[in-house]
């Protein structure tokens, strides 16, 4: 019990410190976003940020990381596809990979300071509800951005799920694989175990990533492809 309450209070005090640097940290993204080049604007701002917030919990909450197959990144930018268990992963990748587009929620501009700093980052915005134009968008901005040499990262189960499951996965990473001719990159973790879906409260441990080899898309139809991408992430996923 004495734990548990201990584990709330650090929770406490890392949002209300992550609060104190975050909001002005996103007012100055919004202020100061055009006055950066676009391609450094992911380094500068985003890793920034990033990096502070997973600093803190560490510091504060005790949940630390290790990861696996860093010799797997490729040269040039791909689609990585990450399974979604918490908020940590899309801090943690956004410092992995630079720079990056990332698929999103159209929601998530609504949420007062990060919504309006996200909004000017240009992320993949799609409406779930809309399932085809969704696509379409994934498909069409995803390409132009790889095309430039910006990686895209998608969660293909579309929302967070409790670990240690892997949720039903959707097409949309198959579908701009193929779509741009370019392989996945398979990611696997487990944050939620140490900074859970279900709950505010932040446990500390090691939360292991997995980088698996890219997965080829060339002559491979969607639905198997996405299949061959979960697959891989059940096989893989941490303990």
Not at 50 to 75: A, F, H, M, Q, T
Request: include cysteine; hydrophobic fraction near 45%; charge should be positive.
């Amino acid at each position: 019990m004495l734990l548990d309450i201990f584990y709330w209070v650090r929770t406490a005090i890392f949002y209300a410190l992550a609060m104190l640097f975050g909001i002005p940290w996103l007012t100055f993204i919004v202020l100061a976003v055009y006055l950066v080049p676009e391609r450094k604007r992911h380094p500068f701002f985003v890793k920034t940020f990033c990096s502070v917030i997973l600093y803190l919990s560490r510091v504060i909450c005790g949940i630390r990381w290790k990861v696996e197959g860093l010799e797997n990144l490729p040269d040039q930018a791909c689609v990585v596809a990450s399974n979604h268990q918490s908020t940590w992963e899309t801090f943690f990748l956004q410092l992995l990979i630079s720079p990056q587009s990332t698929v999103v929620k159209k929601e998530l501009f609504a949420i007062p300071f990060f919504g309006w700093a996200l909004k000017r980052l240009n992320p993949i915005a799609i409406n779930r509800k809309e399932r085809r134009s969704a696509m379409q968008q994934i498909k069409e901005k995803g390409k132009a951005s790889l095309d430039d040499n910006y990686w895209v990262v998608i969660f293909p189960e579309g929302t967070r799920t409790n670990w240690p499951e892997i949720g039903q996965c959707g097409h949309g990473a198959a579908s701009l694989a193929r779509y741009a001719g370019v392989p996945v990159l398979p990611i696997v973790h487990n944050a939620g175990r140490f900074w859970p879906n279900s709950s505010w409260k932040k446990v500390p441990g090691e939360i292991t990533v997995r980088i698996g080899t890219a997965i080829e898309s060339q002559d491979k139809k969607v639905d198997g492809l996405t299949k061959e991408i979960k697959e891989w992430m059940v096989a893989n996923h941490p303990d």
